[in-house]
């Protein structure tokens, strides 16, 4: 069984950064893209960044490219995401997740075959 394990969501200041990680365990393909979504308050899950089952490429929500990075450990099974500059509208529940279609229209892509339990995010203005 697949299992998802996601920490380092807190509170942070506007301009201030995080690093949130999602641990991988249990029987899947490599093959599998895994990434982050959030959702905010009121509104819909949205994707937020992926990066391919081959580890060739990573997708960014346009509203966090040039601020948030996606990065992965093979070795240690998980995947990271570094978000600078963090902006009072980047408050949410942020999931990890695995195999999804990563794509550049990853903001369009709202189902995922593995979810792991969320790790909220706040930033005060």
């Known amino acids: 069984e697949v299992q998802l394990q996601a920490s380092g969501g807190g509170l942070v200041q506007a301009g201030g950064s995080l690093r949130l990680s999602c641990a991988a365990s249990?029987?899947?393909?490599?093959?599998?893209?895994i990434g982050w979504f959030r959702q905010a308050p009121g509104k819909e899950r949205e994707g937020v960044s992926c990066i391919s089952g081959s580890g060739g490429s990573t997708h960014y929500l346009d509203s966090v490219k040039g601020r948030f990075t996606i990065s992965s450990d093979h070795d240690k099974n998980t995947v990271y995401l570094q978000m600078n500059s963090l902006e009072p509208e980047d408050t949410a529940l942020y999931y990890c997740?695995?195999?999804?279609?990563?794509?550049?229209?990853?903001?369009?892509?709202?189902?995922?075959?593995?979810w792991g339990k969320g790790t909220l995010v706040t930033v005060s203005s």
């Open positions: 249990g029987r899947r393909s490599d093959n599998y893209a």
């Open positions: 997740a695995l195999d999804f279609p990563c794509s550049d229209t990853i903001g369009r892509i709202y189902a995922a075959a593995y």
